[in-house]
């Protein structure tokens, strides 16, 4: 277990040690266990407080977030831009210098692209207190870090023993599938390919053309699977990446690295609307295999309600594990050591 990680921001999976990330892992574990058995912990955190900013919705992030404060014995603040000055043009050094001076940690969702995580590092080289990234343009590392927790649980080792030796081989899938509804940023899809290179696993990116992820996302990617006898593939064929999985997560993203406007992202998506998760195609994926989904779902176009609520789902322990590893989090980086 890490012990320096107290006032340690956490923007991105990128920016902590393998070690630092099993010492995450480590206590979620162990706050979860104690959430089921009623153990009280709000010892950790008492009168301590979080800043979380909304730039965009949430219903996971922020009531996970916020529950997890008041386990712990804190309070957690629920802002937006136009809730605060920020909406004025206030700059984030006086945002964050002045937060920095009432609280103990500013936890931010921004996922403008081009802007959302160079504002989290704008606003983490001012503030004094930790900075956590609650989703951005580029990642989104609470996410992807409850999706490992979830993985590690179906498949081991448990925490404690070890960077993944039990998941390595493992094939993990993230593909595309085709949404009606709003543009999704990339940062899943991303955080995703940057993280299970990172644990061993055999990661398969499948999307259409044009629906690529952003060079650094791919280059983090190809780099940590050679760092870690891993492999890294991008292919433009949902079957294919189905066939054999272990782990099937399957989501919509936007096209955003070629255009954000509303009409060419419809345009685009509509030329891809087989791109679903069915029955058929989970039944590729080994039978032990699990599928994934940060959630919200467009459900019956992104998968099938059969798929959704089936025996192979994942998706409410990944939703629940944001709790635990969140917690953790803010334990490790906002209490200082007894
Ligand atoms: N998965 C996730 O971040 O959900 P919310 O957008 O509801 O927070």
Request: proline content about 5%.
């Amino acid at each position: 277990m890490q012990s320096q990680l107290f006032k340690k921001d956490f923007i991105t999976t990128e920016d902590w040690t393998n070690e630092e990330l099993e010492s995450m892992l480590e206590l979620a574990a162990d706050l979860k266990r104690r959430f089921i058995i009623g153990e009280p912990h709000d010892h950790i955190l008492r009168a301590r407080t979080l800043y979380m900013l909304f730039f965009e919705e949430s219903t996971r992030t922020r009531n996970s977030f916020e529950a997890g404060m008041t386990q712990l014995g804190g309070h957690a603040h629920w802002l937006t831009p136009k809730a605060t000055q920020i909406g004025h043009g206030e700059a984030p050094k006086d945002t964050a210098m002045v937060l920095s001076r009432y609280g103990h940690g500013i936890a931010l969702r921004d996922c403008r692209t081009g802007i959302g995580q160079a504002y989290q590092y704008e606003l983490a080289r001012w503030a004094s207190i930790p900075v956590f990234s609650m989703q951005d343009d580029v990642d989104h590392p609470c996410q992807t870090m409850a999706d490992l927790m979830t993985i590690r649980e179906k498949f081991g080792p448990a925490p404690s023993t070890g960077s993944g030796q039990a998941l390595r081989g493992r094939k993990f899938v993230i593909s595309w599938t085709y949404a009606p509804q709003y543009v999704r940023p990339l940062s899943v899809p991303q955080g995703l390919i940057m993280l299970m290179t990172r644990f061993g696993m055999d990661v398969t990116l499948a999307h259409p053309a044009g629906f690529h992820m952003m060079p650094q996302a791919l280059e983090a990617a190809r780099q940590h699977a050679a760092e870690n006898g891993a492999s890294f593939e991008v292919i433009d064929d949902m079957d294919a990446a189905c066939a054999g999985a272990d782990i099937v997560y399957a989501k919509s993203w936007g096209p955003i690295m070629v255009t954000e406007d509303e009409a060419e992202v419809k345009k685009m998506s509509d030329e891809h609307k087989h791109w679903c998760l069915d029955e058929r195609r989970m039944a590729l994926a080994k039978k032990s295999a699990i599928y994934m989904h940060c959630m919200p779902i467009d459900r019956g176009y992104e998968a099938a309600d059969a798929v959704i609520d089936g025996p192979q789902s994942a998706i409410y322990d990944e939703a629940e594990n944001r709790l635990h590893i969140q917690k953790a989090l803010m334990a490790l980086t906002m209490a200082p050591r007894g």
